[in-house]
């Protein structure tokens, strides 16, 4: 079975949002951006949201976690996919899942209750962390960018 054609995966709280659909859609080529998120699959309103975000001509889909791992391997070589999700978390939950995700970034992290800012858009707490140092024992490399045309940052500083 072929590979899932994956261009990129990114963590980003707002999902898709004008900035990153346009930006990074067209930067890495994507025609498809897969939401993987567990609250939004079943949320319309939501997805109806995003889909007004997305750019002309890209597909979205919104998946759960676990439809995500199910299907993602059904994928057909001309899909160029651009996986969005939520939190280090779910990342993990896909690449333990079978999802062969190579690379990760890492673009807003919200600051809340519990959590230190580690980057410019991004806030960690202990279990985030746990999280990316899981991924980086798996393989996965992380790195730290806002939008394609601002540099990448140190992902150590996720750990510091």
Do not use: C
Not at 86 to 105: A, H, T, Y
Not at 117 to 143: C, I
């Amino acid at each position: 079975m072929a590979e899932p054609n994956i261009v990129l995966v990114r963590i980003d709280n707002r999902l898709i949002h004008g900035q990153v659909a346009t930006q990074w859609t067209s930067s890495i080529g994507a025609n498809l951006i897969l939401v993987a998120n567990d609250e939004v699959s079943t949320n319309k309103m939501r997805q109806n949201l995003m889909n007004m975000a997305a750019p002309q001509g890209v597909a979205t889909r919104y998946f759960s976690i676990q439809k995500t791992i199910d299907v993602i391997h059904k994928a057909a070589p001309r899909q160029h996919i651009f996986i969005v999700v939520e939190s280090p978390q779910d990342v993990l939950r896909l690449v333990e899942g079978g999802v062969p995700i190579k690379k990760l970034n890492i673009g807003n992290m919200h600051m809340s209750a519990g959590k230190r800012q580690v980057a410019t858009t991004v806030a960690v707490d202990d279990d985030d962390v746990a999280a990316f140092r899981k991924l980086q024992e798996l393989g996965v490399e992380l790195s730290i960018q806002r939008v394609p045309s601002t540099g990448v940052e140190d992902s150590a500083k996720l750990f510091g």
